[in-house]
């Protein structure tokens, strides 16, 4: 009480809240100790309050901790102290404004976990959403509690488990056509290209629809809006396979956020076919509603989309970028280097792997470009070097991937023989691009004529 009493002396506002939105009070009642309670009402503080969190009175706080406790620890005397001042109406439309604010605020705080942590032994707390913008914020709370949504692990298992039972009807297509889906013959993946078709169809007929309700226009207009929506179901259904595609062969973070930004896109196509559906009908009212939905849920599918791209890395290139070491140098002696058998070397930090096929030497650099697979537990199959997480392949001659997921070649390196030394440099990758060539250079040739 002498702290209390220091506190509110110093001019502290006897109903003050933390960060949960709780007063002194509610934490007296919380721990029992009736003589401080009786201290703070005595002094001002207001039994009714709610605190932001959990929307409870001190009353609620000390019946929650006696119910835990007994009636023992001062919470007996001190819900008498409580339930003497309390409100004993609160008006109510205002209670259950209240209430309802509480359970919201509960929900969304279980459903975000947000990071709270101010305390240095604590560990540094996430500031992407607590600090910036309020844009940034609320982006970041949304990625963020997508991801966090771990039960989502067992339908993503089940989809998954569901498409390779799909491509397994297909046979040996499967590998083709997932290739085709990839984008492994455009060496870039597929459906990022695709989904522009949706999103620009879709903008163009946001904007005839718009256009149209704000002065009615002629007839074309509302024809070229029902193109566009068709146009974009079109695309969509593009984006979609290749999205599955790619999406199956992600983990964590990565594929719950996936899921979402999937199922979205689902009910957004399905919104739009109906669209489509009633403007061929002449309902015009309905269609446009029910495509601004379609258009609203693309946005925030979007947002997910890119956050996989630029934030998980799903769908960039993986493959160590830098360009060292310029000249050659040693890395391994020959006779270490058995046939067809990938042999992992450090090359001033840059992870290779050296493979010895028929004869010829090749280096590649040891991540795969897909999602960073550590490409030395990889094997050789019919003069393919096969990654060893989802089985990307890639020439031996150029690295170039052959079949997905991977759609960029692996770094190359050129290699030669010197003093029985097996050196490399790395392939400028404008140089790779002109000549596709990697492999044994001169010193080599030397070697094995
Ligand atoms: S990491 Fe996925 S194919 Fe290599």
Known sequence: MDVIDQLLSAATPVDGVDADGSTVLH??????????????????????????RFGGTPLGWCRHRRHETGPVNGHGYGEQLLAQRAPTGIPWPQNIVALSGGIVRHVVGRFMRI?????????????????????????????????????????????????????????????PLQDLLHGVWLGHPLHPVITDIP??????????????????????????????VGLGVVGGIGGALTG?????????????????????NAVALSLYGLSWRDRRRGRHVRARITSTLGYGLTIAS???????????????????????????????????????????????????VLIRHEGRISAFGG?????????????LHRDQFVCPWHGSRFDLQTGAATSGPATSPLSSF?????????????????????????AITEGAQRHES
């Open 302 to 352: 979007s947002y997910l989309g890119g956050r996989l791209v630029f934030r998980h890395r799903v769908g960039v290139d993986h493959v160590d970028g830098r360009l060292t070491p310029r000249e050659f140098v040693p890395v391994l002696t020959e006779t270490e280097l058995a046939e067809d058998s990938p042999t992992a070397v450090d090359c001033s930090g840059v992870p290779v």
């Open 115 to 175: 990071d709270h942590r101010d305390s240095p032994a604590e560990g540094p707390r996430d500031s992407s959403v607590t600090d910036g913008p309020a844009v940034r914020r609320v982006a970041e709370l949304y990625a963020q509690g997508v991801e966090r949504q771990e039960w989502l692990n067992k339908p993503g298992y089940k989809l998954e488990h569901g498409m390779a039972f799909v491509f397994g009807l297909v046979g040996a297509r499967a590998r």
């Open 414 to 438: 050129q290699t030669r023989l010197r003093d029985g030394q097996i050196e490399i440099r790395r392939i400028p990758p404008a140089q790779l691009a002109t000549t596709g060539q990697t």
């Open 27 to 52: 934490e007296a009642a919380y721990s029992g100790r009736a003589d401080s309670v009786r201290h703070l009402l005595a002094h001002g503080a207001d039994p009714g309050r709610r605190d932001t």
């Open 199 to 228: 999103v620009g169809a879709w903008t163009a007929a946001l904007v005839l629809d718009t256009v149209d309700m704000i002065a009615p226009r002629p007839a074309g207009f509302r024809q070229a809006a029902q193109m566009s």
């Open 367 to 379: 991540q795969c470009p897909h999602l960073g697979a550590p490409m030395a537990e990889g094997w």
């Open 244 to 264: 599955l595609t790619d999406w199956q062969h992600t983990h964590d973070d990565a594929r719950r956020a996936g899921m979402l930004h999937g199922a979205l």
